[in-house]
Nanobody, 123 residues
Framework: QVQLVESGGGLVQAGGSLRLSCAASGRTFSSYAMGWFRQAPGKKREFVAAISWRVGSTFYADSVKGRFTISRDNAKNTVYLAMNSLEPEDTAVYSC????????????????WGQGTQVTVSS
């Protein structure tokens, strides 16, 4: 009962920046935290970052620490992922997801998923 729509993906050169947005609607009050995941061709979906709606606690994968920043605008029910110093290895479909409890890193812990937005980083 939570709908998630990602936007902001695109093509950028290595070293560039991009900001993704995830707009949530529906029964958003049932969600405790939002997470960003990514899946590159031929690879498994991996955790990127997560944030709690109420407190704003954050958690990042080691691969993106210092480069990516997750944030949220509670009034707009929107979560953002600011990506800096992008590398070709960051190329993937980025999806946002909603978790009902806890700040989690496993895909199975998230109940609702967006369709994803493509991020392509060229060298």
């Amino acid at each position: 009962q939570v709908q998630l729509v990602e936007s902001g993906g695109g093509l950028v050169q290595a070293g560039g920046s991009l900001r993704l947005s995830c707009a949530a609607s529906g029964r958003t009050f049932s969600s405790y935290a939002m997470g960003w995941f990514r899946q590159a061709p031929g690879k498994k979906r991996e955790f990127v970052a997560a944030i709690s709606w109420r407190v704003g606690s954050t958690f990042y994968a080691d691969s993106v620490k210092g480069r990516f920043t997750i944030s949220r605008d509670n009034a707009k029910n929107t979560v953002y992922l600011a990506m800096n110093s992008l590398e070709p290895e960051d190329t993937a479909v980025y999806s946002c997801a909603a978790a009902s409890r806890y700040l989690q890193t496993t895909p199975a812990s998230y109940e609702y998923w967006g369709q994803g937005t493509q991020v392509t980083v060229s060298s």
